[in-house]
């Protein structure tokens, strides 16, 4: 079973599908589940939950902006208010969900969080590939983190477009999808998506953020 564990969708400041289509898209191209990890929020997730079947599964979640960087959230049913590192991990457990690390070690994105020792007890996962990491060396370099503090692995696409759904993700036989991220009985798969796609990403967050379009 294939899962991409990192999409976006309109709910993201930076983002345009619909979660319908972002379901009916992982569907066409084989995969068995997305997790919606819309920037701050899970009005995504929500809303693709409704279209989740016995054959296809969707994980509500969320990458929460620090002032450190990005942390994520996997299989939480509610919006995390904290923004502080260790409240965000730490009202994410409270929450029942999965902390992931996104691209931690993507040194061209501000967003990218470094974890401390004092976080390490609160992490479940590190993300080890993220296909709009454009060097391969960041996504090496997280998958080193994960073994240097022997923490479990995932991997997604940070998808905000239709075409980069599905490229990155996690196989699993497990049926516990949970269970198997927390025991990391999984295996990883990805390929990168291409500079062109961040440089949309930019330039819609621009459109979106325009004074024009928001008074529509």
Known sequence: MLYDLHVHSKYSSDGLMDPQDIVKTARKIGLSGVAITDHDTIKGGLEAKKLETDDFKVIIGSEIMTPYGEIMGLFINEDIKAREPLEVMEEIK????????????????????????????????I????????????????????????????????????NEIGNAGIKTSQDNLREAILKNDLEIFGKTSGWGYPILTKILKIWRKSPEINKN
């Open 94 to 125: 409270d929450k029942g969900g999965v902390v992931v690390i996104p691209h931690p070690c993507d040194t061209i994105r501000k967003s990218s969080f470094t974890p401390q020792k004092e976080h390490l007890g609160l992490i479940d996962n």
């Open 127 to 162: 993300e080890i590939f993220n296909s709009r990491c454009m060097n391969q060396r960041f996504n090496d370099d997280a998958q080193k983190l994960a073994s240097k503090y022997q923490l479990g692995s995932i991997a997604g696409s940070d998808a905000h477009f239709k």
